[in-house]
C-alpha cells in the first residue's frame, strides 16, 4: 500500500547565525502492507518524525519516493491522518463530538447528519461515549488522546500516522493505551505507521518493525512482530 523509496531527507537549522543543512534519514527503504501495524523504531534524532511528516505529505524527500496506493506524495492529503504525542491536538471549544463532527464537516467530506452518526459510532469504539459532550480541558491524558484517535479514524484515512502518541502518558495509562490501539487495529482492520523510540513499545504495538540507527537514519534490519524480542532489538540497535 505505501512504498518508501530510497528516501533521503534534509533540512535547514540555524547555528551561530549562520544556516546548516541536516539529513535526516539517508537512502530510507521499507513497504507497509494493508493492516500493517508497522512500527519506526530508533534513537532520538534518527529522523524517525521527519520520515512520518514526509509520508504525510510535510517533507519533499530530496532524494527517493514515497508512493501510497500507486501515486508518489506530493502533499498532505485525507488519505493520510496525524495522531501527535501533545494532548493539545483538540480543538478547546468544541466537545468531544463536535471535533469529530467539525473534521468530518469542515472538507464537506460528510453532511452534517452522517458526520454525527459517524462521531458517534467511533467515540463508541474508542469507549468515549459519556465523554462525547466533554470539553477536552476536562478530559486526561488518556482521554485526549483516545478522542484523537477516534477523530482521526472516523475520517477514514488509508494510513493513520502515529508520532509516539502515547510518550507523554504516565506508564499505567500508556500501556492501556496500546492495548486499547491494539484491540481497535483488530476491529477495525486500518493501517497504521507508527513511530517510537521505545523497544517495549515496538514490540507490543507493531506486527513488523523497522529498525533506523542513529543520525541520520537508516535502514539496520526489518523485523516481523513474532520475531521480536527486547534483547535482540537492543543488540541491533545498539551494535556498533
Known amino acids: 500500500m505505501l512504498a518508501v523509496r530510497g528516501v533521503t531527507l ?16 539517508y537512502r530510507v527503504s521499507f513497504n507497509v502492507l494493508e ?15 521527519t520520515l512520518l511528516k514526509a509520508v504525510g505529505g510535510y517533507i519533499s524527500p530530496v532524494e527517493g ?15 493520510r491522518v496525524f495522531v501527535f504525542q501533545e494532548f493539545d491536538q483538540l480543538l478547546p471549544w468544541k466537545t468531544v463530538k463536535e471535533n469529530i463532527v467539525f473534521a468530518l464537516t469542515a472538507g464537506r467530506k460528510l453532511p452534517r447528519r452522517q458526520a454525527e452518526e459517524r462521531a458517534m459510532l467511533n467515540i463508541e469504539k474508542d469507549k468515549l461515549s459519556e465523554f462525547a ?9 488518556g482521554m485526549k488522546q ?31 493505551m496500546q492495548e ?28 513488523r518493525i523497522l ?11 526489518e523485523l516481523n512482530g ?6 535482540r532489538l537492543r543488540g541491533l540497535l545498539f551494535d556498533a
Open 10 to 25: 534534509q533540512y535547514r537549522t540555524r547555528q551561530s547565525n549562520q544556516d546548516h543543512l541536516v539529513t535526516a534519514t
Open 65 to 79: 519516493d514515497i508512493i501510497l496506493d500507486g501515486s508518489n506524495v506530493k502533499s498532505p492529503g485525507p488519505d
Open 180 to 207: 486499547e490501539l491494539l484491540q481497535l487495529c483488530q476491529d477495525t482492520n486500518f493501517t497504521v505507521l507508527f513511530v517510537t523510540h521505545s523497544i517495549s513499545e515496538a514490540i507490543r504495538i507493531g506486527s
Open 226 to 231: 513474532s520475531e521480536s524480542d527486547e534483547a
Open 146 to 176: 483516545r478522542a484523537a484517535i477516534a477523530r482521526a479514524l472516523a475520517m477514514e484515512p488509508r494510513i493513520l500516522l502515529m508520532d509516539e502518541p502515547f510518550a507523554s502518558l504516565d506508564a499505567l495509562t500508556r500501556a492501556q
Open 211 to 221: 529498525l533506523l540507527s542513529a543520525h541520520p537514519g537508516q535502514v539496520k534490519a
Open 35 to 49: 493492516s500493517d501495524r508497522f512500527v519506526v523504531l530508533g534513537p532520538s534524532g534518527c529522523g524517525k518524525s
Open 133 to 141: 459532550n466533554s470539553y477536552p480541558h476536562t478530559l486526561s491524558g
